[in-house]
């Protein structure tokens, strides 16, 4: 890879920005000086500097984050946090797309990769990956009700009959659902369709991916 392309790659700056800096001499590969930004360089095995910093490399990124309520999903918002606000470097530099968002008022595991076959396979329909949720309600409902065949609402207020899900029940308030399908708020408006209300709601797994102890806010490579 050329040198310049991974400093890009890496926002540092723009190809132009990281001529300049070569040529001021605030780059090194392998502790020399370069000059040329334009040069070949292997981004895994050589050590890079600029600005006296390393420069970490990381492809083939499958993070997972525990994700807190009042985040939202997005690279960017105007309005809020997003949970790329959460990541420290290297991860800042790093092209992460997220696979399975949540909803800002959702806590729970969200999967953040760099890899787009791997994000693809994630996010495909075909692909008929459960995601299991933790549901808590505002009264006492009997979660075998959603076992049912039913219609509700998807995002764009088309009738949308649901796959049938795995309940787990817990007690007369909470029980974990796993689906496949993930549409628009799918959860809330199914609990909805039976006159209740999802007060919490928070994934804890996403296909054989586990949320397990990781504490609320942190994030680790899987």
Same mark, same amino acid.
């Given at each position: ?83 790329? #606000?959460?990541?420290?470097? %290297? !991860? =800042?530099?790093? &092209?992460?797309? *997220?696979?399975?968002?949540? +909803? ?49 609402? #998807?995002?764009?207020?088309? %009738? !949308? =009959?649901?796959? &049938?899900?795995? *309940?787990?029940?817990?007690? +007369? ?50």
């Amino acid at each position: 890879m050329r040198l310049d392309k991974l400093l890009v790659n890496m926002k540092y700056g723009s190809r132009k920005e990281m001529k300049a800096v070569c040529k001021n001499k605030q780059v090194t590969v392998n502790d020399e000086v370069i000059k040329d930004s334009s040069i070949n360089i292997d981004p895994v095995n050589d050590k890079i500097t600029i600005f006296g910093e390393e420069v970490i490399y990381k492809e083939n990124i499958l993070l997972m984050l525990h994700k807190p309520q009042g985040y939202v999903s997005a690279n960017k918002d105007g309005l809020h946090e997003t949970v790329f #606000d959460l990541l420290e470097e %290297p !991860y =800042t530099r790093l &092209k992460l797309n *997220i696979a399975g968002r949540l +909803d800002i008022d959702t806590e729970g595991l969200l999967l953040l990769t760099d890899n787009g076959d791997l994000l693809h396979d994630l996010i495909s329909p075909n692909k008929n990956i459960y995601k299991t949720y933790l549901v808590r309600t505002d009264q006492k409902f009997n979660p075998d009700s959603l076992l049912k065949e039913f219609e509700i609402l #998807d995002g764009k207020n088309n %009738p !949308y =009959t649901p796959s &049938k899900p795995f *309940i787990e029940k817990i007690n +007369d308030f909470e029980f974990y659902i796993s689906i496949k399908e993930g549409k628009y708020h799918q959860v809330k408006r199914m609990v909805e369709h039976f006159r209740r209300e999802v007060i919490y709601l928070k994934r804890v797994a996403y296909g054989d991916i586990s949320l397990g102890d990781l504490e609320i806010g942190k994030y680790r490579e899987i």
